[in-house]
């Protein structure tokens, strides 16, 4: 059964910082990613990482303070956030999906449960 599992989200000032981490179990992926979705407003990307590779891909709004990365041997993978803003605050998942393409904006099958970033003014 596979299984997506958030943590690190929680209350930070604008500015600060927060790690967001994923553990994933059941089989193994090729593309690991973030969205988020605020209050009336649909799920977004945020970042995306090949499993393998590594390499990485970023929303626009989140290039330069955002970071994925990912531990292959922990099966987890992480987002760094820095200089939060308070219109980041949202619901932020994490996502898997099995194959591989450039596009890590799309295609995924599984998803975790979330956890509440909110970012304070």
């Known amino acids: 059964q596979v299984q997506l599992v958030e943590s690190g989200g929680g209350l930070v000032q604008a500015g600060g910082s927060l790690r967001l981490s994923c553990a994933a179990s059941g089989r193994t992926f090729s593309v690991m990613g973030w969205f988020r979705q605020a209050p009336g407003k649909e799920r977004e990307f945020v970042a995306g990482?090949?499993?393998?590779?590594?390499?990485?891909n970023y929303a626009d709004s989140v290039k330069g303070r955002f970071t994925i990365s990912r531990d292959n041997a922990k099966n987890t993978v992480y987002l760094q956030m820095n200089s939060l803003k308070p219109e980041e605050t949202a619901v932020y998942y994490c996502a898997a999906r099995g194959r591989w393409y450039s596009d890590y904006s799309r295609g995924y099958d599984y998803w975790g449960q979330g956890t509440q970033v909110t970012v304070s003014s």
């Open positions: 990482i090949g499993w393998s590779s590594g390499s990485a």
